[in-house]
DNA sequence: ATTATTATTGTAAAAAGCACAATTAATTTA
DNA sequence: TAAATTAATTGTGCTTTTTACAATAATAAT
């Protein structure tokens, strides 16, 4: 078969954003690098493309490979080609961001890695561009969960409303009225009430909802307003 | 120097979308492909990424080959990488939207490669998966529209309000009420009224506007409303 | 002068967003 | 067992935004 002759090729990574909620702050997952160069320092999950694979599953694989989880929110996020941005060889990293239920990950959890959760303010300095990589993430998500419920994703089956205003004050950094907020996302249709209670977190313990999937799928797309005032983010 | 051994190298490209505005619909810019395979059959512009550029570096290089155009508006879309998606060799294609004035574009056309543009609902059949790359630009630019302005890189420096009303009809495919959409657009702080008129369109005429380019650039990221009921999109 | 065509302007009703506080349910403590 | 504590739950009025809707003004063509 012919190729394209005269024509340079490079090498293709992705690299996986993991971002995981604890109940208090928004988190990523963090691995120690097993090779050279950066052997040791704290990097983002990833590894090169494969002859025989997409992109997406070469992003679904490395995600399996470090959590064990699969048909997790997977998301492409951006690609970072800046000639030396691997000071080894030229490799150009397609960004993924993942959104996992941080209790599912600590149930499969595979130490070949070294991995961590870490606050993602309180994160240490990532190797090569990847604190580009996470920052970007940082803002494609709260770009896209101040509009659609993606957020969602990074909770239980079963949650609290309660939980649900924490995930969002903790994404947005800001605090949002209770009366108002349960008014915004039940407005949604996205909810469906349980009859029972988590009575973890107060005394007098509050109602479990989970969502409605065939409202999510449907209205995922939809703009809705889940943060008052979204002038601008 | 050291290299990562073991890894397959493989072809990075970078395809653009370049979007026009003809005053009436919107379009994009095709060119007839110049070599094998497919050659002879329209096609987008695009190139292979070179061993020393960026990929925006490259993107940009490549619209200027086709256009002569230096400084339009340009944004990373989506990397496309299905194993099969050149027939010849596996190639992965960063794909890039374009917005330009078309009739800067007019001015400085160079015919080296049969350039035509082509009504977006009109297009030819394109190779490999491009079809899906200008879908997926067609579904950005609306809905980043929707809510940033955007469309007025489509526009030249001097445009009356019934223009842009047209623009955006075209883009989202309605009809906007005239009084509500011009207090919408004057609402955002983004116009400047200018003294003369444009007497091409209309008997009356209409005032030119042109943006307030602080405002523009300060407000660009915030979320503003440039069509009714933007439910989904 | 009349007609035709498109630009420009305003207002009232409806909907959405926002600020704001009292009550309820359950556990813990006195 | 009563009281205190803690967090969940619920409602209303005000403000702002969005929407629906029509008459008038400016100019060119007849």
Redesign the pocket.
């Known amino acids: 078969m012919l190729k394209y002759s005269k024509q340079t090729r490079l090498l293709l990574a992705v690299d996986c954003i993991i971002f995981g909620f604890d109940g208090e702050v928004l988190k990523i997952l963090l691995i120690k690098r097993g090779f050279q160069p950066e052997k040791g320092n704290w990097s983002l999950m990833g590894g090169f493309v494969q002859p025989d694979e997409s992109l997406d599953q070469s992003a679904n694989r490395i995600l399996k490979q470090l959590t064990g989880l699969e048909g997790v929110y997977l998301e492409q996020l951006y690609t970072f080609g800046q000639p030396q941005r691997d000071p080894i060889e030229r490799t150009v990293s397609v960004a993924y961001f993942a959104l996992v239920d941080i209790h599912k990950y600590e149930a499969q959890i595979s130490d070949d890695y070294h991995a961590e959760w870490f606050q993602l303010k309180r994160a240490p300095k990532l190797i090569f561009d990847q604190q580009e990589m996470v920052e970007q993430a940082r803002k494609r998500i709260r770009y896209k969960a101040a509009m659609h419920p993606i957020l969602f994703e990074l909770l239980p089956t079963k949650f ?3 939980q649900l205003q924490t995930l969002y004050e903790s994404v947005f950094n800001t605090t949002i ?4 907020f ?3 996302v039940l407005a949604t249709g996205l909810l469906i009430k349980l009859a029972d ?1 988590d ?1 973890a ?7 479990y909802y989970q969502l409605n999937m065939q409202n999510y799928y449907a209205k995922f797309q939809a703009f809705m ?1 889940f943060i ?2 979204p002038d601008s983010l």
Chains 1, 2 share one sequence.
Not at 177 to 180: M, Q
Not at 201 to 207: E, H
């Open positions: 609290t409303i309660p009225d209770k009366r108002n349960s008014k915004r209670k009575k977190g107060s005394k007098r313990g509050a109602y307003n008052p005032n």
